[in-house]
């Protein structure tokens, strides 16, 4: 990790990708994070799901969330292994293909085969799932692998998900997340340890790194990192590590489904809830309405006020301060 500025360590940085491989993982590293920006495009699901109420959205996640992201898994692999020529143009790696390892770290690894039927990895992707319309507005996932577990050519990718009707349908994917699985293990410990507010001491932040992880361990269990002290079980949520998932998150709420943006799908069930009483939902309504009318109000006047800057001083008038 960088040096010191005053107490606190300086962040950590991405890995310059092209100083820590050899070209050909560069190549590849770049084309696989590339294929896996494209996967909405290219995945196709068999199953519709029905019979959900508008109130029940939240209920969707842990009804079929599980079946559908072993679904995701399944279809990420099969795309990748169907879509070579993004990520392997030039066919260095066409003795690789992607595997699921569902009970090891990364959980997709790039694989070579061997005659004495020892694999080797060459790239790992940890890949999670986050239904758009569940309660908390944000990927679930918990994201405890140590550092020294993540080679530098492996990816972390959320995927978002939802049904295209809202409430039944197929399921559709969203644009991932992508990010360098080591830097995410880095940040995660950066922000724990110095930047998250609390009473803790310093030695109560303290992390205890796997001891003599490597990368593409069996077993999940031997590339976990754990917190001293972890009371509220927080440890590794990698969206409360801000800012490393913000952009992200709030780019997916804005987007819409059925013309209406996801994070207002996300405020129906809360406001509709069963047994709500009418006038706290007509109340809950009528404020949530009068928001979006001041912020649309001061949207419209600091364009209008722009607009006449610029329609003055193109015609050398002034008066308008600001």
């Avoid at 978002?160 to 997340?177: F, K």
């Avoid at 590590?241 to 809360?270: H, N, S, Y």
């Amino acid at each position: 990790m960088p040096g010191v500025v005053g107490s606190r360590p300086a962040p950590p940085l991405r890995a310059d990708i092209p100083k820590v491989l050899d070209e050909r993982l560069v190549r590849l590293y770049d084309g696989v994070r590339d294929a896996l920006l494209e996967l909405p495009s290219c995945f196709s699901f068999s199953h519709t799901i029905s019979g959900i109420k508008t109130t029940g959205l939240f209920d969707l996640n842990s009804q079929v969330g599980a079946a559908i992201e072993n679904q995701v898994e399944d279809q990420v692999v099969t795309t990748l292994n169907a879509t070579r020529t993004v990520w392997d143009g030039s066919n260095e790696w066409e003795d690789c293909s992607f595997v699921r390892a569902p009970q090891a770290f990364p959980n997709v690894r790039l694989v070579r085969e061997a005659a004495d039927a020892k694999a080797e990895t060459v790239l790992g992707i940890e890949l999670k799932g986050w239904y758009v319309l569940s309660k908390e507005g944000v990927p679930s996932l918990r994201y405890h692998v140590g550092q020294a577990a993540c080679a530098a050519q492996d990816l972390v990718c959320v995927i978002p998900w939802y049904l295209d009707n809202a409430i039944c349908g197929e399921a559709r994917v969203m644009t991932p997340w992508v990010e360098q699985a080591r830097y995410a293990a880095e940040w995660r410990d950066y922000w724990w340890q110095h930047l998250r507010k609390g009473t803790d001491t310093r030695e109560e932040r303290a992390i205890r790194q796997p001891d003599g992880a490597a990368p593409y361990p069996s077993k999940a269990e031997l590339a976990i990192a754990r917190p001293v002290k972890d009371g509220g079980g927080n440890f590794g949520r990698l969206p409360r590590c801000k800012p490393l998932m913000d952009e992200f998150t709030a780019a997916t709420l804005e987007q819409e489904i059925l013309g209406i943006p996801a994070r207002d799908w996300v405020d129906l069930p809360l406001t509709h809830a069963d047994g709500a009483d009418p006038k706290t939902v007509a109340a809950a309504l009528r404020s949530r309405l009068d928001t979006a009318k001041k912020l649309l109000e001061e949207r419209e006047a600091a364009e209008m006020f722009g607009l006449l800057k610029l329609l003055m001083g193109r015609s050398g008038l002034s008066g308008l301060g600001g």
